[in-house]
């Protein structure tokens, strides 16, 4: 079965400093696509990076990176220069291929991320 | 460019009853996905909708359905409520159909309440 796993339910952090969330997958796939959301307090979920598993080069968007592991199937979600904007809840994502060109993204449970003034 | 909005957005029903959920979608994006969202559970897919066809089903129950218009607006309706579907429910609209190269956009859910 194709799983996502985020093990930190939740994770704090000091104002400016940095922090990396965890995720790890389960596919037999070689090409797939990645993702990490955001999901502030106000619910509305936003794309914060996404990364092609063919790729080798980390996806980089201003003060968020990934670590991208493929062998490990790992892609962890750093924050640099925390702000208190980025409270919210992270959710990792996995594109899955389907039948007739379909996909779908599976998700995992999502780390609630607390920054500290 | 207006968002993807939702309505209701909060929404208190009782076991047994029926409750339609609406998604407009941002202008001119023709697919929309729902999902459902548990504390705990993440996202699970419901299904996905691209001009008025449902291209992806997940793995819920028949009670679950939902239909899209020509305008691309979507509506899920949900038939004898159980208290275990009282969760956030999630619509996501994108250009295209679900893929790396056409970004979802969410809105900011519908919370519904089975009582």
Redesign the interface.
Known sequence: AQT?T?SQ?EMSVQEAETVTLSCTYDTSESDY?LFWYKQPP??????VI?Q?AYKQQNATENRFSVNFQKAAKSFSLKISDSQLGDAAMY?C?Y?IP?LD??????????TKLIIKP | KAGVTQTPRYLIKTRGQQVTLSCSPISGHRSVSWYQQTPGQGLQFLFEYFSETQRNKGNFPGRFSGRQFSNSRSEMNVSTLELGDSALYLCASSLGAVGVYNEQFFGPGTRLTVL
Do not use: D, H, K, T
């Open positions: 996502v985020q339910p696509y106000s619910r509305q979920m936003i794309l996404r092609e959710f994502a594109r389907l060109s379909n996909y779908q993204l599976i998700w995992g449970a999502g």
